[in-house]
Nanobody, 125 residues
Framework: QLQLVESGGGLVQPGGSLRLSCTGS????????IGWFRQVPGKDREGISC????????NYVDSVKGRFTTSRDKTRNTVYLQMNNLKPEDTAVYYC??????????????????WGRGTQVTVSS
């Protein structure tokens, strides 16, 4: 059974950094498109990065470009979201997602059918 688990969230001061992990089980995560999303109460889930299964580049939404980067660790079946220079507006629950049908990345949450439970990131002084 395909499952995803996020970890690494927490409380950080503005300008700080966090690294989120998305660990897969039941499938080789390295061969799947992985999307990172975030959501705050009362708002739609927002796609912030998408890493294609083809090994191509990762795309980022403008609000995180230059601050967030993703990477894969095949040995741990894990994808990371490194978040630097965090801002209060980055506060949200962060999710990773995948779908075997997706070959290329997508920022649309409707394209993904497998989700982790999320991890809370709070940026506050």
């Amino acid at each position: 059974q395909l499952q995803l688990v996020e970890s690494g969230g927490g409380l950080v001061q503005p300008g700080g950094s966090l690294r989120l992990s998305c660990t897969g089980s039941g499938f080789p995560l390295d061969y799947y498109t992985i999307g990172w999303f975030r959501q705050v109460p009362g708002k739609d889930r927002e796609g912030i990065s998408c890493m294609s299964s083809t090994g191509g580049r990762t795309n980022y939404v403008d609000s995180v470009k230059g601050r967030f980067t993703t990477s894969r660790d095949k040995t741990r079946n894990t994808v990371y979201l490194q978040m630097n220079n965090l801002k209060p507006e980055d506060t949200a629950v962060y999710y990773c997602a995948t779908d075997p049908r997706l070959r290329y990345g997508s920022f649309d949450p409707r394209d993904y059918n497998y989700w982790g439970r999320g991890t809370q990131v709070t940026v506050s002084s």
